[in-house]
C-alpha cells in the first residue's frame, strides 16, 4: 500500500479495511466492462433505430462529449477524495450530509435498478444460447441467474474481480471488433450516406424530437466511468491512476460502442421493416443472416461475457456505495451493511443487497408491458441525476472558494468545464423524462419523471423522519473554505 494513499484516506478521517490488489488495468477494465459497449449497443440497437433511424448513431457523439465533461470533473474529485463509495462521499465533502444523504440514495437505487436492465437485457441471449424461447418467464429467469453469477465472482473477492474484469474487458473489445469487422467486410449493404438519412423515422414533423428520443441509446451508454471511483480504496495511487482510468473508459468505450453500431447499422437489410415495427429485432437478425445458426450463438456467447461483466462491475460500484454509505451510518440497517469480511476484502452483505434488489427488480418487470425500455429509462434518469448532484455541488463549492488540490485538476479550465458538464446534464434529463407518447395514458407517458419524482419522495420523506445524516460525525462541506462559510 503507498504511504501517500493511506495518509490521504487517514487526513480525510478512514481507515481502509480493503486490500489495494486492483492494478491500473484493472480499475480501468472495471470502468470498461459497466460502461459496456457491447451491453448498451444491443440492448437498445432495435430501439433507437426504429425512433430515429440510421442518424442515431451520432448520439453516441454527443453523450460522449457531454460525459467526457463529466468525467473530467469525476477526476478532480476522486483525486482529492479517493474514498470508497464515489459519488456520495464527494457530495458529503462538497456541500453537507444532506445532500450527500440524497445524492447516495438516488445513485444507490439507480445503480440496482441498472443491474436489473442490464440482466434483463441479457435474458433474451442466455435463453436463446440454451436453446429456449426467450418468453418473459424464460427471459425473467435467465436475467436472475445472470445476477446469481456475478454476486457469486464479487464474493470471490477484489483479485477475483480484478482478473474477471480484465477477461471481461478483453473478450468484449476482442468480440466487438471481430464481429464489427466481418459485417463490414462480408455483410455490408449500405454506404456511410445512411448515417445521414432518416428513412422517414420522424413521420411528417421534425427529425430533432425523433434524434432526441432515440438518443437513449447513447444516454444508456456513456456511464460507468465512475465506477472506477468507487474502488478508491482498493487501487495504488489513486489519485493518479483513476482519473486517467475513467478518460479512457469515456475514449476506448466510446469508440467500441461507436463501431458496434455503426457495423449494425450498414447491414441491417431494410431500415423501413425496422422503423415500422415489421422487423422488431434487427440484432438478431443482423447476426443470424452474417453467421449462421451456429455462429451465431458463438457471438451471443460472447455477447454474454459482456453482459456478465458489466452485472459484475455494476454490482461492485454498487456494494462500494453502500458500504460508504453504511459505514458513515447512513441508512437503514448500517450495522450489517458496513460489515467487512477481511479474507475476502468484500462487503458482504452490501454485496447481498446489490444481488437481492436487481432480482426482486426483475421479478417485478413481469408485471408491466415494454419492462425493459422502462427500466432503461429510469435507470439512466436515476445515474444522471446523481451525477449532476456532485456537479451541481462542486460548482457551488467552485464558486464558494473550493481549489480542487488533488493529484489532477483541471486549473483555470475547471470553471468553464464545470458549467458545461451541468448544462448537458440537466439538457440530457430533460430529454429523458420529455413525455413522447400523448395516446398512452398519463401514468404510462410520465413514468420516467414518475419514478425519478417517487424515489426522491421516499428518500425525503425518510431523511426528514430518520434524520439518518445526523447519525456520523465524519467531516462533510469541508471543501469550502471556512471563511466563505463564515462570510455567508
Known amino acids: 500500500m503507498t504511504a501517500t494513499a493511506e495518509d490521504r484516506l487517514k487526513d480525510l478521517g478512514y481507515t481502509s479495511e480493503f486490500k489495494r490488489d486492483m492494478s491500473p488495468w484493472a480499475n480501468f477494465s472495471l470502468g470498461f466492462t459497466y460502461l459496456s459497449p457491447v451491453v448498451s449497443t444491443y440492448t437498445l440497437f432495435g430501439v433507437a433505430l426504429a425512433l430515429g433511424g440510421p442518424p442515431m448513431i451520432w448520439s453516441f457523439v454527443v453523450a460522449g462529449v457531454g460525459q467526457f465533461l463529466v468525467a473530467l470533473i469525476f477526476g478532480e474529485l476522486v483525486a482529492q477524495y479517493p474514498v470508497a463509495g464515489g459519488v456520495y462521499p464527494w457530495a458529503r465533502r462538497l456541500w453537507?450530509?444532506?445532500?450527500?444523504?440524497?445524492?447516495?440514495?438516488?445513485?444507490?437505487?439507480?445503480?440496482?435498478?441498472?443491474?436489473?436492465?442490464?440482466?434483463?437485457?441479457?435474458?433474451?441471449?442466455?435463453?436463446?444460447?440454451?436453446?429456449?424461447?426467450?418468453?418473459?418467464?424464460?427471459?425473467?429467469?435467465?436475467?436472475?441467474?445472470?445476477?446469481?453469477?456475478?454476486?457469486?465472482?464479487?464474493?470471490?473477492?477484489?483479485?477475483?474481480?480484478?482478473?474477471?474484469?480484465?477477461?471481461?474487458?478483453?473478450?468484449?473489445?476482442?468480440?466487438?471488433?471481430?464481429?464489427?469487422?466481418?459485417?463490414?467486410?462480408?455483410?455490408?449493404?449500405?454506404?456511410?450516406?445512411?448515417?445521414?438519412?432518416?428513412?422517414?423515422?420522424?413521420?411528417?414533423?421534425?427529425?430533432?424530437?425523433?434524434?432526441?428520443?432515440?438518443?437513449?441509446?447513447?444516454?444508456?451508454?456513456?456511464?460507468?466511468?465512475?465506477?472506477?471511483?468507487?474502488?478508491?480504496?482498493?487501487?495504488?495511487?489513486?489519485?493518479?491512476?483513476?482519473?486517467?482510468?475513467?478518460?479512457?473508459?469515456?475514449?476506448?468505450?466510446?469508440?467500441?460502442?461507436?463501431?458496434?453500431?455503426?457495423?449494425l447499422l450498414?447491414?441491417?437489410?431494410?431500415?423501413?421493416k425496422v422503423i415500422s415495427g415489421e422487423d422488431a429485432d434487427p440484432v438478431t437478425n443482423v447476426l443470424t443472416n452474417a453467421f449462421g445458426p451456429v455462429g451465431y450463438k458463438i457471438v451471443i456467447g460472447v455477447v454474454l461475457i459482456s453482459?456478465?461483466?458489466?452485472?459484475?462491475?455494476?454490482?461492485?460500484?454498487?456494494?462500494?456505495?453502500?458500504?460508504?454509505?453504511?459505514?458513515?451510518?447512513?441508512?437503514?440497517?448500517?450495522?450489517?451493511?458496513?460489515?467487512?469480511?477481511?479474507?475476502?476484502?468484500?462487503?458482504?452483505?452490501?454485496?447481498?443487497?446489490?444481488?437481492?434488489?436487481?432480482?426482486?427488480?426483475?421479478?417485478?418487470?413481469?408485471?408491466?408491458?415494454?419492462?425493459?425500455?422502462?427500466?432503461?429509462?429510469?435507470?439512466?434518469?436515476?445515474?444522471?441525476?446523481?451525477?449532476?448532484?456532485?456537479?451541481?455541488?462542486?460548482?457551488?463549492?467552485?464558486?464558494?472558494g473550493w481549489t480542487p488540490s488533488g493529484e489532477f485538476t483541471l486549473g483555470r479550465w475547471g470553471l468553464i468545464v464545470n458549467v458545461l458538464a451541468l448544462a448537458y446534464g440537466v439538457a440530457a434529463m430533460v430529454n429523458m423524462v420529455w413525455p413522447r407518447t400523448p395516446d398512452a395514458p398519463w401514468y404510462d407517458n410520465y413514468v420516467v419523471i414518475l419514478s425519478g419524482a417517487l424515489v426522491v419522495g421516499i428518500g425525503l420523506v425518510y431523511m426528514l423522519i430518520a434524520k439518518p445524516f445526523g447519525h456520523s460525525d465524519a467531516a462533510a462541506g469541508d471543501a469550502v473554505p471556512v471563511s466563505a462559510l463564515q462570510a455567508k
Open 307 to 400: 453482459f456478465l461483466s458489466c452485472t459484475m462491475s455494476l454490482q461492485a460500484a454498487a456494494s462500494r456505495l453502500t458500504y460508504s454509505y453504511a459505514r458513515d451510518k447512513m441508512i437503514f440497517g448500517h450495522g450489517a451493511l458496513a460489515k467487512f469480511n477481511p479474507k475476502r476484502h468484500i462487503p458482504p452483505y452490501a454485496l447481498a443487497l446489490a444481488g437481492v434488489i436487481p432480482v426482486v427488480i426483475v421479478l417485478a418487470s413481469m408485471l408491466s408491458t415494454n419492462a425493459l425500455d422502462k427500466i432503461v429509462s429510469f435507470a439512466t434518469l436515476g445515474i444522471y441525476l446523481g451525477f449532476q448532484m456532485v456537479v451541481f455541488a462542486a460548482l457551488r463549492a467552485r464558486l464558494k
Open 266 to 272: 450498414l447491414a441491417v437489410p431494410d431500415f423501413g
Open 96 to 263: 453537507g450530509k444532506r445532500w450527500a444523504w440524497m445524492t447516495g440514495w438516488v445513485y444507490m437505487i439507480a445503480l440496482l435498478v441498472t443491474i436489473a436492465s442490464v440482466s434483463y437485457g441479457a435474458g433474451p441471449y442466455l435463453a436463446t444460447l440454451l436453446g429456449y424461447t426467450a418468453t418473459v418467464g424464460n427471459t425473467v429467469l435467465c436475467a436472475i441467474a445472470i445476477v446469481v453469477v456475478s454476486t457469486l465472482i464479487n464474493y470471490a473477492g477484489t483479485k477475483v474481480l480484478s482478473w474477471a474484469a480484465i477477461f471481461g474487458f478483453a473478450a468484449e473489445i476482442v468480440g466487438a471488433l471481430v464481429v464489427g469487422i466481418w459485417l463490414l467486410v462480408d455483410n455490408r449493404v449500405h454506404g456511410l450516406g445512411v448515417l445521414f438519412d432518416s428513412f422517414g423515422a420522424e413521420g411528417s414533423g421534425s427529425y430533432l424530437p425523433a434524434f432526441f428520443a432515440a438518443g437513449i441509446i447513447g444516454l444508456y451508454q456513456y456511464y460507468g466511468f465512475e465506477a472506477c471511483g468507487d474502488t478508491a480504496e482498493e487501487v495504488k495511487d489513486p489519485g493518479r491512476v483513476i482519473p486517467k482510468a475513467m478518460r479512457r473508459t469515456i475514449y476506448i468505450g466510446g469508440a467500441a460502442a461507436t463501431f458496434a453500431c455503426l457495423s
